[in-house]
């Protein structure tokens, strides 16, 4: 009678904290957290980085409300937003990445930002994981 319960005991723990654990949302390939760089020590020298691949963490500041192609990360820099952008439909990022801490792998390239304004800088990824 004891070791029915016991049981009982063990796989309702168990099976709480499975459901309590939260996975991230993950798109494309796997993200290598371990060489992930702040976007802010990105942005310190952005050009040095243009067409290379990185790895980068920030946090999700906006995202696309239309298709999802787009996410912009918070940056305290006079060479932001920083941008993660996709080709429509490649990857939908969701809304409800506002706020939570992501991270990306791809290649930095310009973001032309029209007559009077500087070009920013995005990255096109190939690996993006937003985590819950």
């Avoid at 949302?25 to 371990?34: I, S």
């Avoid at 067409?51 to 940056?75: A, E, H, L, R």
Wanted: charged share 15%; proline share 5%.
């Amino acid at each position: 009678m004891f070791k029915p319960f016991l049981a009982l005991a063990f796989a309702t723990t168990l099976s709480a904290s499975l459901f309590s654990a939260q996975a991230a949302t993950v798109f494309g390939e796997v993200v290598d957290k371990a060489a992930a760089m702040p976007v802010e020590q990105l942005l310190t020298a952005p050009q040095t980085h243009l067409q290379q691949v990185v790895t980068i963490s920030g946090t999700v500041d906006s995202v696309c409300s239309k298709q999802g192609c787009w996410m912009k990360f918070t940056v305290d820099s006079e060479n932001g937003p920083f941008r993660i952008k996709v080709r429509d439909g490649d990857m939908v990022f969701p809304l409800s990445a506002k706020g939570k801490t992501a991270y990306a792998t791809g290649v930095v390239t310009l973001w032309p930002q029209g007559e009077d304004k500087a070009d920013g800088y995005q990255l096109v990824p190939t690996a993006v994981e937003i985590a819950d």
